[in-house]
């Protein structure tokens, strides 16, 4: 059996969860006029925009690794990503990832994350590209060292990019 989903009550759906995240306001989010054919439009998409956020800095980066410092990427009223810095004690390695807020989970934006450490020789750690929830994990041993992190994204609205000064040596 072939389901019809009204354009009105897709529109509607799209704009109640822009508004519930904040992207656009309340009263911006048009009435719906036409019944919706399936019930299941609005919570599907409520339902998508909150799997995307499944996975978290420390999952990606791995067992044993603790955040110990973050970026959010704001223009004051809307975040769009939030690079974070962790560090694993037991093996001495810091991890970088930049995740995708509400606002951008699940929009291919070109993201970065990055990590160089002071006096090793390699240079920065990197991975950028277009992607729809973060970049990294990148990681470099640094044991009594002090790192340099950030990350960016290319948001609609401009391009946010924060590199940390020398930091976080031990």
């Known amino acids: ?4 989903i009204h354009r ?3 529109i509607a759906a ?3 969860v822009l508004a519930a995240i904040g992207i ?6 048009p009435a719906t006029t036409a019944p919706a054919t399936t019930a299941a439009s609005a919570p599907a998409a409520a339902t998508a925009a909150a799997t995307v956020r499944a996975a978290t800095p420390a999952s990606i980066c791995g067992s044993g690794y603790r955040e110990i410092d973050s970026h959010t990427f704001t223009n004051g009223r809307v975040e769009f990503a939030r690079v974070h810095l962790l560090y ?3 093996t001495g390695y810091n991890c970088v990832v930049t995740d995708h807020s509400r606002a951008t989970a699940g929009m291919s934006l070109t993201t970065g994350a990055w990590i160089d450490v002071q006096g090793d020789g390699k240079g920065q750690a990197r991975n ?3 992607f729809s929830s973060y970049a990294g ?3 470099l041993k640094a044991t009594h060292s002090c790192v340099k992190w950030g990350g960016m994204i290319e948001a609609g609205v401009g391009t946010y990019t924060y590199t940390s000064p020398w930091s976080h040596c031990g």
């Open 1 to 4: 059996m072939r389901q019809f």
């Open 8 to 10: 009105p009550a897709v």
């Open 14 to 16: 799209a704009a109640a």
């Open 24 to 29: 656009i306001p309340a009263t911006a989010a």
């Open 88 to 90: 694993n004690a037991r």
């Open 128 to 130: 950028q590209g277009g």
């Open 137 to 139: 994990p990148v990681r």
